[in-house]
Nanobody, 115 residues
Framework: QVHLLQRGGGLVQAGGSLTLSCAGFGVIFEGNPMTWHRQAPGKQRELVAAINTDSNTNYADSVKGRFTISRDIAKNTLYLQMNSLKSEDTAVYYC?????????WGQGTQVTVSL
């Protein structure tokens, strides 16, 4: 059974940094596309960052140069390093993995950036 367990998040001041992690159980991360999404209050869920089967990465324009997606194959863990955080980054963040045509989601973790 596939399970993604997220850790990290919390409250940080604008300009600060946070790292989110997403550990996988019942699934191997290597070779599978993975993403971080977020959903702010009153807004649609949006794609923040993605890492594909070849470990190439893509980012939403709003986070380019500030966020970094990475994964540690040995630890079967996905990360999102977030720097220079802004109030508009406040949202619930979700990790996902695409496995045999199905997207599995983590439980979500709240990130709140205060001014």
């Amino acid at each position: 059974q596939v399970h993604l367990l997220q850790r990290g998040g919390g409250l940080v001041q604008a300009g600060g940094s946070l790292t989110l992690s997403c550990a996988g159980f019942g699934v191997i991360f290597e070779g599978n596309p993975m993403t971080w999404h977020r959903q702010a209050p009153g807004k649609q869920r949006e794609l923040v960052a993605a890492i594909n089967t070849d470990s190439n990465t893509n980012y939403a324009d709003s986070v380019k140069g500030r966020f970094t997606i990475s994964r540690d194959i040995a630890k079967n863990t996905l990360y999102l390093q977030m720097n220079s955080l802004k109030s508009e980054d406040t949202a619930v963040y979700y990790c996902t993995i695409l496995l045999r045509g199905y997207d599995y989601w983590g439980q979500g973790t709240q990130v709140t950036v205060s001014l």
